[in-house]
Each structure stands twice: as structure tokens, then as C-alpha cells.
């Protein structure tokens, strides 16, 4: 499957984005598929996870709260919904799928993705 991530951007402390990330392929509800966020210099890290069905989700503490992940497997589209956005949250967001949603609510970790989104720059200013 092929990813790609958009709709980040420069927005003020406090407002919103949402992200996309549009997938190939025509399997799309069988992949569990996460955000990931990474700034310089630090390790790529996990922000959530949905599973396949899309009825089951979970997150990093520190956006519990303010974002929800979703999906529409009609589109083979998942999204990420960024509410209160802190200037700490700015980061390049990575799409990432893999194919199961075995074990779906443990994989936080990148090596746990086979495929990955190119990138989307989210910029809060304060």
C-alpha cells in the first residue's frame, strides 16, 4: 500500500488542523494504520492508532483529549483531527500502515509499520 499525508500547516496555538492521509490499494480496512510525529533531532514517535474497522482507537497521553483518529475505508482514507494545538505538538506527522490489526492497540512503535506516508509539516506558533 501506498500513503500519503497532507493538510499540515502553520497554525496558532490553540487552533485546529486535520490530517489526511489517502492509501492505494483496495484491502485499506484490513490495515491498522498510526500517526507518528517527529521533530529534529528526537526519535519518530507515536501519536495513534486505529484498527482496521475503525471502531477501535487509542492514543499518546499527551494528545488524549485534543486529537482523534478516524477513518473512512470507503475512501481508504484516515484522519487525524488536531484540537487545541500546543506549540509543543509541532512536528513532521507520518501516516503509517501495516497489514493486521493483530494486536493493533500495542504497536506504537515504528518498527511495527511496513509502510509509510511521506510527511506533512504541522507548525504552532505561539
Known amino acids: 500500500v501506498q500513503l500519503q499525508a497532507s493538510g499540515g500547516g502553520l497554525v496558532q496555538a490553540g487552533g485546529s488542523l486535520r490530517l489526511s492521509c489517502a492509501a492505494s490499494?483496495?484491502?485499506?480496512?484490513?490495515?491498522?494504520l498510526a500517526w507518528f510525529r517527529q521533530t529534529a533531532g528526537r526519535e519518530r514517535a507515536f501519536v495513534s492508532v486505529i484498527n482496521g474497522s475503525g471502531r477501535n482507537t487509542a492514543y499518546a497521553d499527551s494528545v488524549k483529549g485534543r486529537f482523534t483518529i478516524s477513518r473512512d475505508n470507503a475512501k481508504n482514507t484516515a484522519y487525524l483531527q488536531m484540537n487545541s494545538l500546543k506549540p509543543e505538538d509541532t512536528a513532521v506527522y507520518y501516516c503509517?500502515?501495516?497489514?493486521?490489526?493483530?494486536?493493533?492497540?500495542?504497536?506504537?512503535?515504528?518498527?511495527?509499520?511496513?509502510?509509510w506516508g511521506q510527511g506533512t509539516q504541522v507548525t504552532v506558533s505561539s
Open positions: 490499494g483496495r484491502t485499506f480496512s484490513n490495515y491498522t
Open positions: 503509517a500502515a501495516v497489514s493486521t490489526s493483530i494486536l493493533w492497540s500495542v504497536r506504537r512503535d515504528k518498527e511495527d509499520y511496513d509502510y
